[in-house]
């Protein structure tokens, strides 16, 4: 068990770029999260795979932002046009799912990517 | 819908002493409930998670929360602090039925002076 790994670990651009993270989750681990988290605040739900389905996305993952998750293993968060509201730490989270209990097994986090728009 | 409310944005005590992060959830349904703690420049770990068998949960380090349904309630304790719990902690509802989202609190930053 390597843990979650997020790359990179802190990303600056200028708004108006596109940028792309990657987390590679706990390789027995089917199901994969991205949170956004901001100063201050506790982590929000942005989108949620088992393997290779997306699942579920927030209100919050607006059409500038695209995760994919193609062969069940790493995920890619892209935004694109990145404005200025979009600094935050992005956390990566991954979980062993199925319908046997104990249900909601917890989530494993990464050490987050930090994004700075300037 | 689920949430939880975490009643103090910050807690100051002094080690050796008691520590209580309070928690209050909201949940349709009987809820999994979570804390997690985050230390900085560290990822979030999971402290301990309340899945409808005992009320009383022991986690890592010494902390346990109990479950009081009639009070909506998941309070985080521990009986005697130490420098290295100064840390944010966060209390979290899992989701429904075919919603695997967690729901997190705003957070508790906990301070342990000398």
């Known amino acids: 068990d390597t843990g979650v790994s997020q790359d990179p670990r802190h990303k600056i651009t200028k708004r108006g770029q596109n940028v792309t993270f990657r987390c590679d989750p706990i390789?027995?681990?089917?199901?994969l999260y991205w949170y956004r988290q901001t100063l201050g605040q506790g982590p929000e739900f942005l989108t949620y795979?088992?393997?290779?389905?997306?699942?579920?996305k927030s209100r919050l993952l607006s059409d500038r932002f695209s995760a994919e998750r193609p062969k069940g293993s790493f995920s890619t968060l892209e935004i694109q046009r990145t404005e200025q509201g979009d600094s935050a730490m992005y956390l990566c989270?991954?979980?062993?799912?199925?319908?046997?209990?104990?249900?909601?097994?917890?989530?494993?986090f990464g050490n987050g990517t930090r994004l700075t728009v300037t | 819908a689920q949430s939880v409310t975490q009643l103090d944005s910050h807690v100051s005590v002094s080690e050796g002493t008691p520590v209580l992060l309070r928690c209050n959830y909201s949940?349709?349904?009987?809820?999994?409930l979570f804390w997690y703690v985050q230390h900085p420049n560290k990822g979030l770990q999971l402290l301990l998670k309340?899945?409808?068998?005992?009320?009383l949960v022991k986690g890592i380090n010494g902390f346990e929360a109990e479950f009081k349904k009639s009070e909506t309630s998941f309070h985080l304790t521990k009986p005697s602090a130490h420098m290295s719990d100064a840390a944010e902690y966060f209390c979290?509802?899992?989701?429904?039925?075919?919603?695997?989202?967690?729901?997190f609190g705003s957070g508790t930053r906990l301070q342990v002076q000398p």
């Open positions: 949940s349709s349904y009987s809820p999994s």
């Open positions: 989270a991954s979980s062993r799912g199925g319908g046997v209990p104990p249900r909601d097994s917890p989530l494993h």
């Open positions: 390789s027995e681990h089917n199901r």
């Open positions: 309340y899945t409808s068998a005992a009320t």
């Open positions: 979290v509802v899992s989701g429904g039925t075919g919603r695997r989202a967690l729901t």
């Open positions: 795979f088992q393997n290779e389905a997306q699942l579920e």
